[in-house]
Structures are given as structure tokens and as C-alpha cells.
């Protein structure tokens, strides 16, 4: 099974800033895989599709990069409303298996 | 609007059996292959079946394999997980999404206790 390994398991940043996650596969995958965003009580929202996509309503400050195998989900500018835990899912094949989620938290 | 209802989740005894649906709207439901994926209780994200759109293709997690079959009526728009021998592993929310994992229900509770 293809292994996604998330980095890092969690972090504090402070409005405005700048962040990276990483979301590392085992094996390639192309460029199939999404990130999610999941706050408490709501269902995960897709927040990037097939690596570089912005998905439907998403705010144009998150982006989705890959190099190689690392992935990675980028917030230009910290806002609050993006504390929230966040997955990477490898879609190349089954099982489908997903990160083990990074958790974002305000500083 | 892609709309994703989940029923038929609840409080139910090791070993037993529960059938979950998920019913669909806003979108070509016999067009798109469709997942079941679960969360438990302060743990991440594990995707459990997908489904291809004329169901030829199937495809379960090991952890589920054997116990959990996924199927499809697409002339009522929904998708079904029947779920047998249940564990109290199996205690989780379970969502059910679409296609490449694009669109989510609000997802149903499933308690797995005696």
C-alpha cells in the first residue's frame, strides 16, 4: 500500500504568515492526490485536487505544489479561519489511503 | 448542487449487522463512481470501498474486507454499505463521497458497543 506521511504532525503560526505542509508518498503517484481541510462538526472540504488545482470556492491564498514525491499545501497569508486540520489522499490506486493529517493552530 | 445524504447509522452490538445509504442529488449519479471513507473517534481519515458507476469495479479496504459490501442502486440515486460482524473498531463517523473524493455527505454515526 502507497504511505503518505505528513509533515509536521502539527504547528502554531501567527496571522499572516506564510505556511507549508508536506505530504510525502512511498511511491509515485503522479499527481494524484488532494488536500482537505477538516474543521470539528463539518465534513472534510477539498481544498486542492491533482496535485496543483484549486478547488471549487477556495480562496486564492492556499496553493498545491508538488517536487518529486513531496507535496506540499501552501497558505500565502495566514488567516484564522484556517486553523483547522488538514489531510493529503493518494487517488493513483487502491487502497486509497490518506496522510495522517497535519493540525494547524494559531499562535 | 451535489448533495450527499447518509442514513442508517446508529447504536448496534458486536457481531451484528447495519446498512448504511447514502442518497445523491444535484449531479448524474450513474456517471460517477462513488467511496465510503470513516473516521473514528479522535483519529484521522481511512477510506473503507469505492465503487465504480455500473458497480463492475469494487474495491475494499483490508480492514473491512470480507465483513463490508458496498453496492448501488443508480436508478434510486444512492449508495449502499452493508456492513456485517462489526467490531468495536468499526465505531466511526462514515461519509460517503464522490468520484475522486471532490464531494462529501455530512456523514453518519455508527457506535459499535454492547
Known amino acids: 500500500d502507497i504511505q503518505l506521511t505528513q509533515s509536521p504532525s502539527s504547528m502554531s503560526a501567527s496571522l499572516g504568515d506564510r505556511v507549508s505542509l508536506t505530504c510525502q508518498s512511498s511511491?509515485?503517484?503522479?499527481?494524484?492526490l488532494s488536500w482537505y481541510q477538516h474543521k470539528p462538526g463539518k465534513p472534510p472540504k477539498p481544498m486542492i485536487y491533482y496535485a496543483t488545482n484549486l478547488a471549487d470556492g477556495v480562496p486564492s491564498r492556499f496553493s498545491g505544489s508538488r517536487s518529486g514525491s513531496d507535496y506540499s499545501l501552501t497558505i500565502s497569508s495566514l488567516e484564522s479561519e484556517d486553523t483547522a486540520i488538514y489531510y493529503c489522499?493518494?487517488?493513483?490506486?487502491?487502497?486509497?489511503?490518506f496522510g495522517a493529517g497535519t493540525k494547524l493552530e494559531l499562535k | 448542487e451535489v448533495q450527499l445524504v447518509e442514513s442508517g447509522g446508529g447504536l448496534v452490538q458486536p457481531g451484528r449487522s447495519l446498512k448504511l445509504s447514502c442518497l445523491a442529488s444535484g449531479f448524474t449519479f450513474s456517471n460517477y463512481g462513488m467511496n465510503w471513507i470513516r473516521q473514528a473517534p479522535g483519529k484521522g481519515l481511512e477510506w473503507v470501498a469505492s465503487?465504480?458507476?455500473?458497480?463492475?469495479?469494487?474495491y475494499y479496504a483490508d480492514t473491512v474486507k470480507g465483513r463490508f459490501t458496498i453496492s448501488r442502486d443508480n436508478a434510486k440515486n444512492t449508495l449502499y454499505l452493508q456492513m456485517t460482524s462489526l467490531r468495536s473498531e468499526d465505531t466511526a463517523l462514515y461519509y460517503c463521497?464522490?468520484?475522486?473524493?471532490?464531494?462529501w455527505g455530512q456523514g453518519v454515526m455508527v457506535t459499535v458497543s454492547s
Open positions: 511511491q509515485g503517484i503522479g499527481n494524484y
Open positions: 489522499l493518494q487517488y493513483d490506486e487502491y487502497p486509497y489511503t
Open positions: 463521497a464522490r468520484g475522486e473524493v471532490q464531494d
Open positions: 465503487i465504480s458507476s455500473s458497480s463492475s469495479y469494487i
